[in-house]
């Protein structure tokens, strides 16, 4: 009995076996949420579909394997072959990313772990600074600080004095080491004290609390810094233009290149018919590429045991 006038008392309670109902300005926030949720996917989907309609038709025109895979660029011979620009810039964003992420990671542990306060308050202030810079006072300090370097090893190698392969990889490794240092860092802080506490218990030193717990438990925010990185270096166009040389040849560290993002701005102005189609064609395939980096990165973490969505 006892039991039974439980359940009943239970049941003329409202709210206890039900969903509180939703106020008023619960509702509005759900919607606004919904919307702008609504109006990112929108804004893909368009981006997508343009990005398609307006490069697709080169692609059909000079056909898929001369347009990808040809290594001749002369608009005025219309020949399109963009080979050389897409392994340029996967050479320089890789190689990039390869120099400034153990670096990123490296500092982001001094930040977040080792340096002390005042200091690290000043370091994040001027790291947060640098990620604002524009990118094109990045590429004038690239032209004063890097290329005066490059042009001395160019010179005792018997090379020409230009801008290079390895000029762009050294600039987009400044460029985008500020984002993989402050998302890294803010991933390291995020994890609880208690890890580092327990594996200090068990022995470990600092040092091997912080590279084999601490960070091991940041790698997804370490991992979606680099993904973030990843991003900025394969579409940085100003910057690496005025370091690159712009030479659409086969890449070589230390001869010039040409990267995907610097056809658009350089040739633009002067571009027309199919010429104008293929640099849209060259935006798709920057599209589609940073589409499928993006995808293939985030299997690798997954499959790893990190999600980028954790």
Known sequence: MR??????????????????????????MHGLFLLCGLLAVAAVLFMTIYMVASGGPVVAKVGPGPFLFGLTWDPDKARFGILPMILASLTATFGAVLVALPAGILAAVFLAKLAPPRVAAALRALIDLLAGIPSVVYGLLGALLIMPIIFRLQTALGLPTRGSLLAAILLL????????????????????????????????????????????????????????????????????????????????????????????????????GLHREALYGIGLTLFVFIMVINIVLNHMIKKGGVSLDS
Not at 190 to 199: I, K, L, M, Q, T
């Open 173 to 272: 490794v400044v460029m985008i080491l500020p984002t993989i240092i402050s998302v890294s860092e803010t991933a390291i802080r995020s994890v609880p004290a208690p890890y580092e506490d327990a594996a200090l218990a068990l022995g470990s030193t600092r040092l091997q609390s912080i590279f084999k717990v601490i960070v091991p438990a940041a790698r997804s925010g370490i991992a979606a810094g680099a993904v973030l990185g990843t991003g900025r270096a394969i579409g940085e166009a100003m910057a690496v233009i005025m370091v690159a040389g712009n030479a659409a040849i086969l890449p070589s560290l230390l001869k010039p290149v040409r990267l995907l993002t610097a056809s658009i701005p350089i040739e633009w102005a002067y571009s027309s």
């Open 3 to 28: 039991r039974r006038s439980g359940e009943l008392e239970k049941a003329r309670t409202p709210g206890l076996t039900g969903r509180r109902a939703k106020s008023p300005v619960e509702h509005v």
